[in-house]
């Protein structure tokens, strides 16, 4: 082989291998570095990922101008891809920022529109309790008022009642008397003018079922003491017999004798014998609390 073929031969191995080597080129380095770092930021590929396709682009021509050893070729695009993917990181991370500030707005705002409702609903219930209790209050004052009313109806019935029976408040209750006229001389039989005496009683009673009664007899003090006192049972009971046939319960009616005693006149004359000799009804209290009896 001669020198010349030999020279020609290692000329174009030389020239392959510098063909062969890429070319190291700081801006195409760092046009890489920032394209794969914009890549690498979740922000672009949400916010700029036009940009980042621009940049993309302009690094594959600086890359082509590497691949065809054009340096000259290589330095303007391989700037303009970094240039372009930084400024995508910028703007995205900008981006991200705002949306973040956006979000807290957001949030502020839901949590000042949730305290504002939550405001709005305490005082609407506030004035929803209030009218309740006032209708509350009115009704019940009503109630009261109808109350009030019927209890002085009825107080005013009874105390006409009472009236037309003629009985006298005392200590043991509502007393109503029925004087010796009631009866005949030494009879413990009514007459007729004391039974029609008992109709306004016997009503009083049945429109008054609480009510107890208590009978007592006397008598003035002619006569033995054993015979005024079986005479003055005797009219007690006879009382309690035209109550009890007119339909008053007799479990409701306790009678006493009591004779002589507790006479309310001096028996040293007619006229106060006369008011000693007679029954007395006592009607117990309000509350049907049985009749209290003699003290002795």
Do not use: W
Request: with cysteine.
């Amino acid at each position: 082989m001669n020198t010349k073929l030999i020279t020609a031969i290692s000329l174009a191995l030389t020239m392959g291998a510098c063909a062969s080597v890429p070319l190291n080129n700081l801006a195409l380095e760092n046009a890489r570095s920032a394209v794969r770092a914009a890549e690498a930021d979740p922000n672009v590929s949400t916010y700029d990922e036009l940009d980042l396709h621009t940049a993309r682009s302009e690094l594959d021509t600086a890359e082509a101008a590497a691949a065809a050893r054009d340096e000259r070729g290589i330095d303007q695009p391989a700037y303009l891809a970094m240039q372009t993917a930084q400024l995508a990181q910028l703007k995205a991370s900008a981006r991200a920022n705002d949306a973040r500030v956006a979000a807290g707005r957001a949030d502020r705002d839901r949590i000042l529109l949730n305290a504002r409702t939550r405001e709005v609903n305490s005082a609407l219930l506030q004035r929803d309790q209030a009218t309740l209790a006032r209708d509350q209050a009115t009704q019940e004052a009503s109630i009261s008022d109808a109350a009030r009313n019927q209890a002085t109806q009825q107080s005013a019935a009874l105390q006409a009642e009472l009236d037309a029976l003629k009985a006298r408040p005392t200590d043991r209750g509502l007393v109503l008397t029925l004087g010796d006229v009631m009866f005949d001389t030494g009879r413990a039989q009514l007459n007729p003018g004391g039974v029609r005496k008992l109709d306004q009683l016997v009503q009083f009673l049945t429109d008054h079922p609480e009510r107890q009664v208590e009978i007592d007899g006397y008598t003035d003090s002619v006569g033995t003491d054993a015979y005024n006192l079986d005479l003055s049972q005797r009219r007690a009971d006879s009382v309690k017999y035209v109550l009890v046939t007119r339909g008053i319960d007799s479990m409701r009616i306790v009678t006493r004798g009591y004779g002589k005693e507790y006479g309310v006149a001096s028996n040293s004359d007619s006229g106060g014998r006369q008011l000693n000799r007679r029954v007395e009804i006592v009607i117990g209290g309000v509350d049907g609390a049985p009749v209290a009896g003699r003290i002795s």
